[in-house]
T-cell receptor, first 113, second 117 residues
Framework: SQKIEQNSEALNIQEGKTATLTCNYT??????LQWYRQDPGRGPVFLLL?????KEKRKERLKVTFDTTLKQSLFHITASQPADSATYLC????????????FGSGTQLTVLP | GAVVSQHPSRVICKSGTSVKIECRSLDFQATTMFWYRQFPKQSLMLMATSNEGSKATYEQGVEKDKFLINHASLTLSTLTVTSAHPEDSSFYIC?????????????FGPGTRLTVL
């Protein structure tokens, strides 16, 4: 069965450091991989999308890599700030018209001042 | 752009009653909307895919007669939890699919916290 794993349930880092979150998947061939941020009691907020034929995507302090051989995506936040503290979700969608998303369980990031 | 709203943000109801949740795309038209459920400290689980003008497609294990979905216009989808029970208490989130050049993603509403007493 399809499985999406995010490396750890919780990650604490010091302000200013780079946070690296991992998303691994099995039994899946996604066309897109996406990262979302979710704050407590709120819906997810879209951050970045990367396609299967792309290796890296950047947006301001965020960087996403996508290795379809390893079946892994890495999500980096550079120069992290306490305001970056949230749960980060990776989500995969297959090719096809529906573009349904399957979510990982999320990693709760805490950036310590 | 791509703002999605949900109403109400939270609702408390008695067991056996029905609850309707609205999902609106405010600044765009959404031919496809999705409904998710999220339990505490768990990820989002897709319940159903809602297409404007047609019947919703439900995921395995989701009862279509219990979770009624109506997508009557390009900006509104509703989820009605019928005869709600305490085990239906959860965080319900909708999303709308946005298709633009070089991107195809979903924008989520803020969620509705349902508590069934």
């Amino acid at each position: 069965s399809q499985k999406i794993e995010q490396n750890s349930e919780a990650l604490n880092i010091q302000e200013g450091k780079t946070a690296t979150l991992t998303c691994n998947y099995t039994n899946y061939s996604p066309a897109y991989l996406q990262w979302y941020r979710q704050d407590p009691g709120r819906g997810p907020v879209f951050l970045l999308l990367i396609r299967e034929n792309e290796k890296e995507k950047r947006k301001e302090r965020l960087k996403v890599t996508f290795d379809t051989t390893l079946k892994q995506s890495l999500f980096h936040i550079t120069a992290s700030q306490p305001a970056d503290s949230a749960t980060y979700l990776c989500a995969l969608s297959p090719s096809g018209s529906a573009r349904q998303l399957t979510f990982g369980s999320g990693t709760q990031l805490t950036v310590l001042p | 752009g791509a703002v999605v709203s949900q109403h109400p943000s939270r609702v408390i109801c008695k067991s056996g009653t029905s609850v309707k949740i609205e999902c609106r795309s405010l600044d765009f038209q959404a031919t496809t909307m999705f409904w998710y459920r999220q339990f505490p400290k768990q990820s989002l689980m897709l319940m159903a895919t809602s297409n404007e003008g047609s019947k919703a497609t439900y995921e395995q294990g989701v009862e279509k007669d219990k979770f009624l979905i109506n997508h009557a216009s390009l900006t509104l989808s509703t989820l009605t939890v019928t005869s709600a029970h305490p085990e239906d208490s959860s965080f319900y989130i909708c999303s709308a699919r946005v298709r633009r050049v070089n991107t195809d993603t979903q924008y989520f509403g803020p969620g509705t916290r349902l508590t069934v007493l």
